[in-house]
């Protein structure tokens, strides 16, 4: 009897390296993922305690709806490129959109310190929301790329907690260079340390191309050629006819809900509570 193939060299990478699906057998290259990770939040999380009072103090805006309008473009930005991510990663590899996404941010540390007019602040968001429809899903697509079928849910674990860690721990850094220094430039260039960090990993770091190959090559039954994977059969399935991902898609809306509604009613009180929010938890 022969005994069960383990996750060993059956495939060879670009560079010739044999390749191995598993967190053991690929350490390195996934913990240089989870620091990408960490600069994707860290850029993310630059902007929660802040922007909204750039826009009430240093614009002198004074609708809650124009206060809010980053929020609003980020949101869809990300969410328009999370949508096409998918499509994109079938014509790209996965590390040439992710340095794709972190070439799109660069602006966005120096727009957010010295942007002129608020307009600018809400095309920083756009750029922003591309970025991290990107990178963040691109680093959490080569997480599982590299650990395989059996250890998918732990890799989505360390991404999701590198990234939100960073972003908690950056809106709270900024909260105080912002009492110390002013609501801008000092808060925002710590961006600029995230961004340099960030698409210099993404730029180290080996596709998983590979991997996607040999996990197909071990797949025990063919891949479905006539199911409809269109944009409009996708989303139905998605968001009615199957319970799991209908569930998994609501679930996922509430959190970023949660998610989006501290950053965006914080900072309604006086600035100087604002400021001390992120200090006080």
């Not at 939040?41 to 802040?50: A, P």
């Not at 025990?220 to 989303?235: H, M, Q, W, Y």
Request: aromatic share 8%; glycine share 12%.
């Amino acid at each position: 009897m022969n005994p069960t193939p383990t996750p060993a060299a059956t495939a060879t990478g670009a560079v010739g390296r044999p390749v191995r699906l598993g967190l053991r057998e690929n350490w390195p290259q996934f913990t240089l993922l989870v620091v990408v990770n960490v600069c994707v939040g860290g850029l993310v999380g630059l902007e929660r305690t802040t922007v909204p009072l750039i826009g009430s103090e240093s614009f002198g805006l004074t609708s809650d709806l124009a206060v809010f309008s980053f929020i609003i473009a980020f949101g869809l930005a990300k969410a328009l490129t999370n949508l096409a991510a998918g499509a994109l990663t079938s014509r790209f590899r996965r590390k040439q959109l992710l340095v794709a996404g972190w070439l799109l941010g660069v602006p966005v540390p120096f727009a957010l310190a010295w942007a002129p007019s608020w307009g600018w602040i809400v095309a920083a968001n756009v750029l922003l929301g591309l970025n991290q429809g990107l990178t963040w899903s691109m680093t959490v697509n080569m997480k599982i790329d590299l650990v395989g079928p059996s250890r998918r849910g732990l890799a989505t674990g360390l991404n999701e907690a590198a990234g939100y860690t960073a972003v908690g721990v950056t809106a709270l850094l900024t909260g105080y260079l912002a009492t110390h220094y002013g609501l801008r430039p000092v808060p925002e260039l710590i961006g600029a340390v995230f961004v340099a960090a960030g698409l210099a990993l993404a730029l180290v770091v080996r596709d998983t191309a590979a991997h996607v190959a040999l996990e197909l090559a071990r797949h025990g039954e063919p891949v479905p050629t006539g199911e409809d994977t269109g944009l409009k059969a996708t989303f139905t399935r998605t968001s009615w006819r199957d319970r799991s991902l209908r569930g998994a898609s609501q679930a996922g809306l509430i959190n970023n809900l949660n998610e989006a509604s501290p950053g965006a009613s914080s900072p309604c009180c006086s600035p100087t509570t604002a400021l001390a929010w992120p200090l006080s938890g």
